[in-house]
């Protein structure tokens, strides 16, 4: 999960306390100090904001911005895996090319001699390509490349989901505790290891993988809290 993190970023405003405490810096009080703030004060509107929850400090957030992700941020580099650290550079790349921070500032920046352009810039030049690749897709999710499974048509917000149906989804995301599943709404659904499969599970990667298409059954609705618990018993 920690490399798939890291690959990938977290929604700062969707993201569980069990997902954020995989975040380089976060633990897992943290954690839940962020999800609390969240729940009081509303979604985060920039990284920024982060410090201003309790006992998050300068330390954790220069570990943990980078893997933080804003979509709609005030701060367009807040949906990318540029860190905070790097957003000046990224302005003065901006103000000395005349394009605004946008995709089209890294075609255009492409388009140059990469080790002079670093040079003026004062950046190494692979942090520079690295920078251009997050500004090239922002809030970018390499899981989007991977082939897409029609999902049921119907379900089409939380609400419509109850217990007992039984649907189709991509799993998106696996961690030790079970397999998230995408089902074609805003929260994904969590199938535990224990209902991974009618035998004992010790390694969900033995039974499932990211992009694979599944089966599931939906066990519960939690509307406040939005979560989805699933199950794949009995249905391979």
Request: with cysteine; glycine share 8%.
């Amino acid at each position: 999960v920690e490399a798939c993190v890291k690959e990938v970023g977290v929604d700062l405003n969707t993201a569980s306390p069990a997902l954020l405490s995989y975040v380089a810096g976060i633990t897992a009080s943290l954690a839940q100090a962020i999800v609390d703030w969240r729940e009081k004060h509303g979604a985060f509107r920039s990284r920024q904001q982060l410090l201003a929850v309790p006992r998050l400090g300068p330390r954790a957030f220069e570990q943990a911005a980078g893997f933080l992700r804003i979509p709609g941020a005030d701060e367009p580099l807040d949906n990318t895996s540029v860190h905070p650290e790097s957003y000046a550079k990224v302005n003065a790349l901006a103000s000395l090319l005349k394009v605004p921070v946008s995709p089209e500032l890294s075609d255009r920046a492409r388009g140059l001699d990469l080790a002079q352009l670093s040079g003026q810039l004062g950046l190494g030049q692979y942090t520079l390509s690295d920078i251009l690749d997050a500004l090239a897709r922002p809030g970018r999710d390499p899981r989007d490349d991977l082939p897409q499974v029609e999902l049921d048509q119907e379900i089409l917000d939380i609400k419509d989901l109850k217990p007992g149906m039984v649907i189709r989804g991509v799993v998106r995301n696996v961690a030790d505790f079970g397999a998230f599943v995408d089902l074609g709404l805003h929260q994904d659904g969590l199938v535990h290891v224990s209902e991974l499969a009618d035998r004992f599970v010790k390694d969900p990667l033995a039974v499932v993988r990211i992009g694979q298409a599944v089966t599931v059954r939906v066990l519960s609705v939690d509307l406040e809290r939005k979560r989805i618990a699933l199950s794949m018993k009995g249905l391979a």
